[in-house]
């Protein structure tokens, strides 16, 4: 078992601030990592509204980059952002909004179509159901939303693919 490190105060937010300025985090985070170096519950709570007064935390921000990275990279569909999301404790309006603002409609029916038409040339199937039923699968473990997944599936199957 990994032995943690205790920190005082000032040594934490510190640490807090150093880890916030390399890389986008959320305040759950980073509670999680303040409540694993030794302060207590209040100095935990004082930190974080520091970090966040200083602008080093940003819940808004961070889900827009979140969003912005799980899509263009992992491209995921917009539940499953939502999901890793609310995991990390974000409220609804922020996470609304960063989807909202971050991923184009147009940009994210055509990612799906993408997927599904690589997944499609890849997938073997009895019948013309049991492909769209895998597609369908594969799209909706990727956090598609299901109405715009049989409609594409749909396209896509009208075309021979």
Known sequence: MKHLKTYNYKEALNKAANLCS??????????????????TPEESDQGIDWLVENKFIDNERFARFFV??????????KIKIAHAL????LPAEIIELALNQEIDAQDYINT?????????????????????AKLARFAAGRGF????????????????E
């Open 68 to 77: 912005r990275d799980k899509f263009r990279f992992n491209r995921w569909g």
């Open 112 to 132: 799906l179509e993408k997927l599904l038409r690589s997944k499609a040339k890849r997938t073997i199937a009895i019948d013309l159901y049991e492909k769209k």
């Open 22 to 39: 390399r890389k986008e985090k959320c305040a759950s985070d980073i509670e999680k990592k303040i409540s694993g170096w030794g302060l």
């Open 145 to 160: 939303e299901q109405d715009l997944v049989f409609s594409v599936i749909d396209r896509i199957v009208e075309n021979g």
């Open 86 to 89: 609310r995991q990390k404790q």
